[in-house]
Each structure stands twice: as C-alpha cells, then as structure tokens.
C-alpha cells in the first residue's frame, strides 16, 4: 500500500501536493527524494528503506541515499537490525529547531541592513546561482585571502573535495583559516576547526572585505566585496566563534 492508498487521493492530487511540500522543504535544504522519502515516514512513521522507496514512489537506490542524508540532518533515525527500520523524529522539535536557526539567519540581515541604510552604504550584494559557480566562488575567495578566511558550512566535504589544494596553498602562504563544521566531518588538515552541530547555510569571509552566504545546497548564494558588510560579517562571526566548541 502506497501513499496514494492510504491518503485516498488520486495521482494528479497526491503529485501536487509532493510538489508543494518539497517546494517548502527544498527551502531548508531537502532535495525532492529527500522530501518525498521524509513525508512518507511522517505518514507511515517508520519503514524499512524498500517499503519507504514505494511508497514515496522514487528509485530503491535513490532511497537509501535520501535516508542516509535525512539522518545526517536529523529529520530521522533508525533501528539497527534485519531489516534496518526508519522512523520519523519529531516534527515540533524539528520544526522549533529551524525556526530558532532560521530567525536568528533573519534577524542578524535586518541588522546589518540597518547599519548599511544609516550609513547610507549603496547595496553591492550580488546574486550567484548554480552549485559549480557557487563552489568556484567560495574558491576565488580561498584564493584570494592573505590574512584571514572563515567558513561556516554542512557541505563541508563537498568544499574540500572542490577545493582541497587551495587549502593546502592558502595555508603555505600564512593565511588562518577558520572552519566552522558540523561533528565528526573531515576537515582540512592544519585549519582551525570549530564543531556546531545543525548548520544550514554557508558563510564564507576572506580578509574582511569578501563574503559569501549560500543555500544549505550550494544552488545560490550572495557575494559582496563591501568592507564594511564582509567586515561586520567577520566581526560577527568571531562573536559566534567564541562561543563555539572547539
């Protein structure tokens, strides 16, 4: 029994509505598998990784890389066994998680585009999209850095993957580099590494006059060369450091 089954809808209706929900949840960084995959527990509030692939309706292959992802996530968790079993966490903790992370995100641009519209600063913010554009940005600025360079990111291992010698480089020409990552994550070796767990967007500071804030996918982000925005920026983000487990 799928999810059209137990919903009584018909294909058209329950189509529609995978589309409006992983439209939200792509928001927050699901893709639309992941998506698919997380409202099929949430109906069936466990399964094993093939009865959760039919009734979300994606690829068996497809399933077990959603799930694993949406437990690194902590969307769900699971049951060591024969068959493994996926289930749900739950959804008000989830949600009054990223609610905190996401009013924090939104408060602290309010303040800065307070500052800049006090001070009369002209917006020089601009958009990227594509994740190969979006990496290769966060590599320009690692490139350009000479004092200092600070990321914040869940998408750590895709970073350094892109970017690994440029880390290496950066750190032979005495640049510091500060990472903020989520536990257990492999990181550049010789950086300066912080753990915080539940990261959602990327921060990226060169110098304190680059900076750079993606999507949790790497799909857009902002990139501004303004002094007194990267800089605001970095100052922030060494408060945050400071109160961040090594």
Excluded: W
Excluded at 55 to 66: D, N, Q, V
Excluded at 149 to 158: E, H, L, N, P, V
């Amino acid at each position: 029994m799928d999810l059209t089954d137990i919903l009584k809808l018909d294909m058209k209706g329950i189509e529609e509505e995978y589309r409006r929900i992983s439209s939200v949840l792509r928001k927050i960084g699901l893709s639309d598998y992941e998506s698919r995959a997380y409202v099929a527990l949430i109906v069936h509030q466990h399964g094993t990784a093939d009865e959760v692939a039919s009734f979300a309706r994606i690829p068996r292959t497809s399933a077990y890389k959603a799930l694993k992802s949406l437990r690194e996530k902590d969307f769900i968790d699971m049951n060591e066994g024969r068959p493994t079993i996926f289930h749900s966490l739950p959804i008000q903790e989830i949600r009054k998680e990223l609610s905190e992370e996401i009013d924090e995100a939104f408060n602290d641009l309010e303040s800065v585009q307070g500052m800049l519209s006090d001070r009369g600063t002209p917006q020089l913010v601009f958009t990227i999209s594509g994740k190969d554009r979006v990496l290769s940005k966060i590599g320009d600025i690692l490139e350009s850095s000479r004092r200092r360079f600070i990321i914040s990111t869940s998408q750590m291992q895709r970073i350094r993957a892109a970017h690994s010698q440029k880390f290496k480089d950066s750190l032979r020409r005495g640049v510091e580099i500060l990472v903020v990552a989520e536990p257990f994550i492999k990181v550049p070796e010789c950086t300066k590494v912080y753990r915080k767990a539940d990261l959602i967007a990327t921060d990226v500071i060169g110098d304190g006059v680059m900076a750079l804030i993606a999507s949790p996918d790497l799909s857009i982000c902002g990139f501004s060369d303004n002094p007194f925005l990267a800089g605001h920026l970095e100052n922030f983000m060494m408060m945050v450091l400071g109160k961040t487990s090594k």
